[in-house]
């Protein structure tokens, strides 16, 4: 998963929480996945690790996402990267302080680009 202007890791805590409330809540996309993969009834289909690619620029956000991350039961692993261990899955955080368009090397194989609003996806010329 790469997230698109990650600011204070919002997408991140809606991907594992979910949110809203009353009628409006919204389930855990780890538990959305999850249901839909054991749906198949092939146990090769679990998810069992994910990576996330939080691509934010503003320099000034990365202690907050730090402190989000230990909120989250987060451990720091090195000093942009942080994992979790939740039952049967792994979750790996890459804290990246730069912009995605900018990006040399990219992650190979995501199979999800996001970002929380419509103006992370475009440079601030384009819009």
């Not at 409006?24 to 999850?34: C, E, P, Q």
């Not at 009834?41 to 956000?61: H, I, M, R, V």
């Not at 230990?70 to 990267?81: I, P, Y």
């Not at 899955?89 to 990006?103: A, I, S």
Request: aromatic letters at 8%; hydrophobic letters at 35%.
């Amino acid at each position: 998963v790469a997230d698109l202007g990650a600011g204070m890791l919002s997408m991140l805590e809606l991907f594992m929480n979910g949110g809203g409330e009353n009628e409006r809540s919204k389930a855990s996309m780890f538990n959305l996945i999850r249901n839909i993969l054991g749906s198949s009834g092939n146990s090769d289909n679990q998810l069992t690790e994910l990576e996330y690619f939080a691509y934010e620029s503003n320099t000034n956000l990365l202690d907050g996402c730090k402190e989000k991350l230990w909120k989250l039961g987060f451990e720091e692993v090195t000093s942009n990267n942080w994992q979790l261990s939740l039952p049967n899955m792994k979750v790996t955080v890459h804290l990246l302080p730069k912009d995605f368009q900018n990006e040399q090397h990219p992650p190979e194989s995501l199979d999800l680009i996001m970002g929380c609003c419509f103006a992370d996806l475009f440079e601030p010329d384009q819009l």
